[in-house]
């Protein structure tokens, strides 16, 4: 939803999920040619379903550089690592095809569950710089979307657009005065929504186990020490200031309670457990119905 009828839509598809964007005025060619190309460079660069992309690399272990958003990012998974005693991992990616969850998308599970390679065993995130000693299969995907948003926002912002509305794929960042009211939808009921949010000038994030489900109790969402799906929690929703905060954060509700979080981060949530129980921050721009 536009937060104003007048702004003028961009959608594409991208990383495997639509994209749109909203800003008052038309996109220039320039701005389009900006923000398609910082989305292609980021695929090429994080994507573990791209054998030419450059984490691909590590599946033989080794080095690799990454672009500046490299450092941010490790330094989020390694903070999420340590709160989440290792179950949020960017390890995760062996465990995941082990699942089904591969590069070829053939969710047929090659065996049980497996736990993800720690962290400190032969593998180093430094800066953005990247060090194994080990084959590992990296997967970013429970904070790069986000980040990604947010690299498009400053490449909107810095060509003209300061007001914008991203979403990629229900992950969504406004930057605005202007507030826009966001339903949240039923995790079992895609049509029906169980609450809606006023989005400000914030990111808002969600993550939920029915969306890439492909097998009775298998979906995206693991626990990283044990290589099994989460299934006490079926969807979280995470406002904060930027996107890969929100977006990881949402994840990291799957595994850890939002107290455990809340010392160390500034956000809002909605938490919806797998008896249909529903948590949410006091302060939270919103309602649940």
């Known amino acids: 939803m536009s937060p104003a009828g007048q702004w003028q839509r961009f959608s594409f598809d991208a990383i495997g999920t639509a994209w749109h964007i909203d800003t008052p005025a038309e996109l220039s060619a320039d701005a389009l040619a900006v923000i398609v190309l910082a989305v292609e460079q980021y695929d090429a660069v994080y994507s573990r379903f791209r054998p030419d992309s450059l984490v691909a690399a590590l599946a033989g272990g080794g080095s690799i550089t990454l672009p500046p958003s490299g450092e941010a990012l490790g330094d989020l998974y390694r903070m999420l690592y340590r709160l989440t005693n290792g179950a949020m991992s960017p390890l995760v990616g062996r465990s995941l095809e082990q699942l089904g969850y591969d590069a070829g998308y053939s969710f047929v599970p ?113 626990d990283a020490t044990t290589g099994q799906c989460v299934d006490t929690v079926v969807a979280t929703w995470v406002l904060a200031g930027d996107a890969m905060i929100a977006d990881a954060l949402a994840t990291a509700l799957f595994l850890v309670p939002p107290e455990v979080l809340l010392a160390e981060f500034d956000f809002d949530y909605v938490l919806i457990s797998s008896e249909g129980r529903a948590q949410y921050s006091l302060s939270l721009a919103g309602a649940l119905f």
């Open 110 to 222: 090659c065996g049980g569950p497996v736990p993800a390679a720690v962290w400190d065993e032969q593998f180093e995130w430094s800066g953005s710089t990247i060090r194994s000693e080990r084959p590992v299969t990296l997967d970013v995907g429970a904070a790069g979307k986000g980040q990604l948003v947010d690299l498009v926002s400053r490449a909107l912002h810095d060509a003209g657009y300061p007001e914008h509305t991203i979403d990629a794929g229900g992950d969504m960042l406004h930057r605005g005065p202007t507030p826009l009211r966001v339903a949240l939808e039923h995790p079992y009921t895609a049509d029906s929504a169980i609450g809606v949010v006023d989005l400000q000038d914030r990111a808002l994030c969600a993550s939920a186990s029915n969306r890439r489900r492909w097998a009775d109790g298998l979906h995206h969402v693991l």
